[in-house]
């Protein structure tokens, strides 16, 4: 069978390779042309073709210039930050716990996998139903049955919208990250903890000497896919605030700068996409590295 595939790698492989081209390839480098650009969406400013629209640097410039640009980098990476550390917390520590299940543990993997089955705008509208009304008018309100005025509005402010965010999008990946963290500890060989133990290793020292080191390389793919997730976060931020009381995250204000002027500017919408791509790639690749070197062989 691995003779088969060697010899009929190139034409099974070929239908997905050129699709690749296709839908990938090609409209990013379209795309990174037209960056440099002033491309309006069906027309260029400047000529019919895009090298008589070409204005070099300005698209990146206006972008770095940009305050609402900034403005939604910075609340971006203020998400991303929290986001991590809360999902993978609890992803952690749901795994840890369906590790000791001894009955029913596929059925609490499936019920806390469910949410990532949804669609961000779902999501969205979902939980923007349990702050506006369940939170803000049923729960936590001054005549609520407990008035906690933190939680009470949590899609109209800046600070509070971001939390409501996290929660929203820990509510949905963590069932799947727990899947991967449950796969890791799975693979830890058995003997490993039973030794520790007879030497007298409490919960935490084994947790810390021997748990988190033969999970570390659940840690890289938890930490890329967590770190590339939030960067792109796009749906959920429509449907919770819609960008509204400066809560535009970067995937949104991509989307909404051609709105914001008159004509669309495409190009800088693109300038900024592209920015968007090197931020992805350098921030995943400095992670990857970083946490690849802790990984142990087992």
Not at 14 to 30: D, G, K, T
Not at 91 to 100: D, E, F, H, V
């Amino acid at each position: 069978m691995d003779r088969y595939y060697r010899k009929k790698f190139l034409p099974l492989a070929l239908p997905a390779l050129i699709l690749f081209f296709l839908v990938i390839i090609i409209p990013f480098v379209v795309g990174v042309i037209y960056s440099f650009t002033g491309w309006r969406g069906t027309y260029f400013a400047g000529g019919e073709h895009f090298w008589e629209a070409f204005v070099g640097f300005d698209n990146y410039i206006k972008a770095f210039k940009s305050k609402k640009f900034i403005d939604a980098f910075i609340y971006t990476l203020k998400f991303t930050l929290v986001a991590v550390i809360v999902i993978n917390i609890v992803s952690l520590g749901m795994s840890l716990i369906a590790t000791k299940l001894r009955h029913a543990a596929s059925i609490y993997r499936t019920i806390y996998f469910l949410p990532n089955l949804l669609g961000g705008l779902a999501l969205g509208y979902i939980w923007q139903f349990v702050y506006e009304i369940i939170f803000s008018k049923i729960l936590f309100a001054k005549d609520g049955l407990i008035s906690i005025p933190a939680l009470v509005n949590m899609t109209q402010d800046n600070t509070k919208a971001l939390f409501a965010l996290v929660i929203l999008f820990t509510w949905q990946m963590a069932g799947y990250m727990m899947i991967i963290y449950t796969t890791g500890l799975n693979n830890i060989p058995k003997d490993l903890p039973e030794a520790a133990s007879i030497d007298g290793a409490n919960a935490w020292q084994e947790f810390r000497h021997i748990t988190v080191p033969m999970l570390m390389p659940s840690f890289t793919i938890v930490f890329f896919l967590t770190l590339s997730k939030c960067f792109m976060l796009l749906d959920q931020n429509v449907a919770l605030t819609d960008g509204n009381f400066g809560t535009r995250m970067l995937a949104m204000q991509i989307l909404r700068t051609t709105r914001d002027g008159s004509p669309p500017d495409y190009g800088l919408a693109q300038a900024q996409a592209v920015i968007f791509f090197v931020l992805i790639a350098v921030v995943s690749l400095i992670q990857v590295s970083i946490t690849s070197k802790q990984e142990v062989e087992m």
